[in-house]
């Protein structure tokens, strides 16, 4: 992916896609799920996924809302590899029991993510260790495919002690452990406390030699400071959400807001050269990963503030961690 990504910049790096965005949880942080929606026909999700293949893009992560709740998750998957795009997976985990995990191993999925946010449920958040360590179990006993944990430092975060325990237990089990960085309500950073700092340098420590190590954006947000770069949102990292409109991010939707049916070339060359307003101060990982292949070339000369490119507006007003990574 990283040699294809180097040798042209005219295609897609990574796109997240929403089959679904209803959740059979209710985190108080989260602005990315209800629980009352539909799933999107298998039919839209098939053409959005071959509109992605066409694009020449490198890999699909599927996230929600929950996606597991999706009837046709395993054809959504398979018709992913049928393009020949890699297959991700962002999941709560509530739902997996082995004959899932096998399922999703005969469909051909390549990387799974949960993130996990206290070792004891409360009244922000159910995903913890406690309720979710035999489903942990079961993906070391029968998952084919990549396993990453990812843990959450900052504000809303209790027990700063918590992610240090979800890491161990992840790389324990002989998965890859990450951590993030809850974000304010526009997916603007907010530092880390001393303490928190020193969770976030010993977890980052225990991470394996992967594309999530390309994290030197993330000393300089836990420590509350902007970070220079080009981000490549709307080119090389695509969000599609459940109603098949692409937008920057899940923190960033409403622009472009265009069908990723009628995405054209041209629009995702323009958003490659696009400089983006809320760059400095964001937070979400996968879009600054993405973006480091692109970092010594063209540089940005668009400006998302003018009037031909307004900046996105935030759907929502509430502090979350993305979904996104």
């Not at 265009?258 to 400089?275: L, V």
């Not at 307003?277 to 970092?295: G, M």
């Not at 400006?303 to 929502?316: C, E, R, T």
Request: aromatic share 6%; hydrophobic share 35%; proline share 5%.
């Amino acid at each position: 992916m990283i040699v294809k990504g180097l040798a042209s910049k005219r295609h897609p790096l990574l796109a997240h896609i929403i089959p679904t965005r209803r959740c059979n949880l209710a985190c108080t942080y989260c602005n990315e799920f209800d629980d009352f929606s539909n799933p999107v026909p298998t039919d839209e999700m098939f053409q959005r996924i071959d509109r992605l293949g066409a694009m020449g893009t490198s890999i699909v992560t599927i996230s929600g809302g929950e996606p597991l709740l999706h009837p046709e998750l395993d054809a959504i998957i398979a018709r992913i590899r049928k393009n020949g795009m890699m297959a991700g997976l962002i999941t709560n985990g509530y739902l997996l029991v082995a004959d899932r995990i096998e399922r999703l191993n005969r469909a051909g999925l390549e990387y799974l993510q949960i993130s996990i946010d206290n070792v004891m449920p409360d009244d922000v958040s159910k995903k913890s260790l406690k309720v979710l360590d035999q489903k942990l179990a079961l993906l070391a006993e029968h998952a084919e495919f990549h396993v990453n944990i990812n843990s959450v430092l900052g504000s809303g975060v209790r027990n700063p002690e918590d992610a240090l325990a979800v890491a161990y237990r992840a790389v324990a089990l002989g998965f890859t452990s990450t951590v993030g960085i809850l974000h304010d309500h526009n997916g603007q950073l907010e530092p880390l406390n001393p303490r928190e700092q020193e969770i976030f340098e010993e977890i980052i420590s225990l991470e394996k030699q992967s594309f999530t190590r390309i994290n030197k954006f993330q000393h300089n947000i836990a420590r509350g400071k902007e970070n220079d770069w080009r981000c490549r949102a709307g080119s090389r990292y695509l969000y599609i959400c459940e109603n098949g409109l692409v937008h920057y991010c899940s923190q960033q939707r409403g622009y472009p807001g265009i069908p990723i049916m009628e995405y054209t070339d041209e629009q995702r060359h323009r958003e490659f050269f696009t400089k983006k307003a809320c760059a400095p101060r964001c937070t979400v990982s996968c879009v600054h990963q993405v973006a480091a292949i692109d970092s010594w070339r063209s540089p940005q000369t668009f400006d998302s503030g003018s009037s031909a490119n307004a900046a996105p507006q935030p759907l929502v007003q509430l502090t979350s961690t993305s979904r996104e990574g």
